[in-house]
Every structure is written in C-alpha cells, then in structure tokens.
C-alpha cells in the first residue's frame, strides 16, 4: 500500500491555521468552512499561480519514507494571493500522491479511483484529482463512515454473505456515483510542473534546511489508463 502521512490534515491544517476568516462566517452561516475554502481555492488557476506546497506536516511515509521532511509553501510572489495558498495545498497532496499512484501504475493499470474520507466532499478537489491522474473519479454517498462500511464489507465477503467485493457489495452499502470528470492534463494547458521545482530539488537540504524534501513532479506523468484504485484522506 501507498499511505501518505498528512493528506487530508494537510486540508485541516489550512482550516485551523490559515483559513480563520472564512471558519468564523462558516459558524456564522451554518456551512461547512470546507466550502468556502474551496470556494476561495477555485479562485486562483490550475498551478496556483506557481506556489507549490510540499504537505510534509508530520514527516512523509510513502513516497518519501523520511520522518524529519517538513511542509513549505514554494514560490511565493509579491502578486500571490490567499487563493493561490489555498489551493496550492490541495493540488500539493495531490500531486504528491500522484507519486504514489504511478508507482502502482508500474504494476497495474488504473482508469478509475474510488475516493473516500471528508476530502471526497469536495466538487473542487475531486476534478483536480481526475485532471491529475487522469482518472475517472468515483466518490460514495456514505463518507463519514466509510472506513467502517469498507471493513464490513470485507467481513461480508469473508463470512461468504459477498461473493464479488468489487461486484454486488460496493454499490449496495455505497451506492457509488460514477463521476463523469473529464480529464484535464496539467501539462495540456501550459503548468510546468518541472520547472515549478527546479534547482530546489537540487539542493533541498542545504537550501531549504534539515528535512525537506521537494516534489519530483512529471508533467508527462498522467497518461496511463487501467482498472480501479482506491484513494482515502484522513
């Protein structure tokens, strides 16, 4: 398996952090700051105008395997904005589970992702997921419990109640919705990925300092199709 350490805290981190304004009027409005969090990242491009966060909160498991990397925002400008901040942190997990994904590419191929955790909630960060991993994007209706749904039905097929776990199981508890997102390659449209890391990826340790440790990002790397993958934030 491929597990990231900090995806969807890398998302609450913002919240909590950085994103107090738009948690207040959520309170206030009785909404999601969620929602007015992807509200504000969908302001700014594909690329974030060329910030790039690294989501090293707690160190990195997969792909990295390195307990001392530590997150940073990238290539902030004068002419940056709190959206490019936004979503240069959703595109940053992505991308770097992106890693993690083609590294299963190798073995499998993969046309379709199944999207589960509070980071499937989002319309915003779903299409950046089929546009990075040129993917069908697959969410289900049960999120909140997802995890222990998947768990009984695992049980279920164990004990012979399911006889297909990818056939007649998934869909009776999560009734999946076929996400019909097209998608959008990053590189298509003109984002050099590479470029965006450069010498950084060079000299990550003394530049940056102990622990750092940047995105090989590929714009070419988004190409291959195949059968289904599971993905999860927590």
Same mark, same amino acid.
């Given at each position: 398996t491929g597990t990231m350490q900090a995806g969807g805290s890398s998302y609450n981190w913002l919240k909590? !952090?950085?994103a107090k304004y738009e948690t207040a009027v959520a309170k206030v409005q009785g909404i999601s700051p969620y929602d007015l969090i992807n509200a504000? %990242? %969908?302001k700014s491009p594909v690329g974030a105008n060329g910030v790039l966060f690294l989501p090293y909160l707690l =160190?990195?498991? $997969? *792909?990295?395997?390195? *307990?001392?990397?530590?997150a940073a925002w990238l290539g902030l400008k004068m002419e940056n904005q709190r959206c490019d901040l936004f979503r240069a942190v959703l595109e940053g997990v992505t991308l770097n589970l992106n890693i993690i994904l083609e590294s299963f590419r190798r073995s499998i191929p993969i046309d379709e992702l199944l999207v589960v955790g509070g980071g499937a909630k989002g319309a915003l960060w779903c299409q950046m997921m089929a546009d990075v991993y040129n993917a069908r994007i697959k969410v289900p209706v049960l999120l909140e419990e997802a995890t222990s749904m998947g768990a009984a039905v695992t049980g279920g097929v164990g004990v012979g109640d399911f006889s297909l776990l990818c056939g007649a199981a998934l869909p009776v508890f999560f009734n999946l919705l076929a996400g019909k997102l097209s998608p959008l390659l990053y590189g298509e449209i003109g984002v050099p990925l590479d470029s965006r890391i450069g010498c950084i990826s060079q000299h990550r340790s003394s530049v940056l300092g102990r622990g750092i440790? $940047? #995105?090989p990002l590929r714009e070419t790397a988004?190409? !291959? #199709? =195949?059968? %289904?993958f599971f993905l999860g934030f927590c």
């Amino acid at each position: 398996t491929g597990t990231m350490q900090a995806g969807g805290s890398s998302y609450n981190w913002l919240k909590g !952090q950085v994103a107090k304004y738009e948690t207040a009027v959520a309170k206030v409005q009785g909404i999601s700051p969620y929602d007015l969090i992807n509200a504000e %990242a %969908a302001k700014s491009p594909v690329g974030a105008n060329g910030v790039l966060f690294l989501p090293y909160l707690l =160190g990195e498991r $997969a *792909p990295r395997w390195n *307990p001392d990397a530590t997150a940073a925002w990238l290539g902030l400008k004068m002419e940056n904005q709190r959206c490019d901040l936004f979503r240069a942190v959703l595109e940053g997990v992505t991308l770097n589970l992106n890693i993690i994904l083609e590294s299963f590419r190798r073995s499998i191929p993969i046309d379709e992702l199944l999207v589960v955790g509070g980071g499937a909630k989002g319309a915003l960060w779903c299409q950046m997921m089929a546009d990075v991993y040129n993917a069908r994007i697959k969410v289900p209706v049960l999120l909140e419990e997802a995890t222990s749904m998947g768990a009984a039905v695992t049980g279920g097929v164990g004990v012979g109640d399911f006889s297909l776990l990818c056939g007649a199981a998934l869909p009776v508890f999560f009734n999946l919705l076929a996400g019909k997102l097209s998608p959008l390659l990053y590189g298509e449209i003109g984002v050099p990925l590479d470029s965006r890391i450069g010498c950084i990826s060079q000299h990550r340790s003394s530049v940056l300092g102990r622990g750092i440790v $940047a #995105l090989p990002l590929r714009e070419t790397a988004f190409s !291959q #199709l =195949g059968s %289904a993958f599971f993905l999860g934030f927590c």
